[in-house]
Nanobody, 118 residues
Framework: QVQLVESGGGLVQAGGSLRLSCVASGSIFSINVMGWYRQAPGNQRELVAAVTSGGITNYASSVKGRFTISSISRDNAKKTVYLQMNDLKPEDTAVYYC?????????WGQGTQVTVSS
């Protein structure tokens, strides 16, 4: 089993920044992909950003231009993934979930609330 614990969410004004962290624990040999998804009320869960064990990143089109290539990063030794979010907008308000792919399974954290006020 893999457990994921997120931290770093909160309330921030538009234009502000937050840094999310997610630590994985359990019997893990290697984590193939770690990433962040978000779900706003009434919406489906969507990918925000992900990074492979080799450092290849992928970002949702909705955050490109605001999140840089290094916004998502991971420390493989610490089994931790980070998401640096800058220039936040009210539409970024959602519950943010950490995801880890340990093939062939997906694991999810409990989520952390991010609220951006206008």
């Amino acid at each position: 089993q893999v457990q994921l614990v997120e931290s770093g969410g909160g309330l921030v004004q538009a234009g502000g920044s937050l840094r999310l962290s997610c630590v994985a624990s359990g019997s893990i040999f290697s984590i193939n992909v770690m990433g962040w998804y978000r779900q706003a009320p009434g919406n489906q869960r969507e990918l925000v950003a992900a990074v492979t064990s080799g450092g290849i990143t992928n970002y949702a089109s909705s955050v490109k231009g605001r999140f840089t290539i290094s916004s998502i990063s991971r420390d493989n030794a610490k089994k931790t993934v980070y998401l640096q979010m800058n220039d936040l907008k009210p539409e970024d308000t959602a519950v943010y979930y950490c995801n880890a792919v340990v093939r062939p399974r997906d694991y999810w954290g409990q989520g952390t609330q991010v609220t951006v006020s206008s």
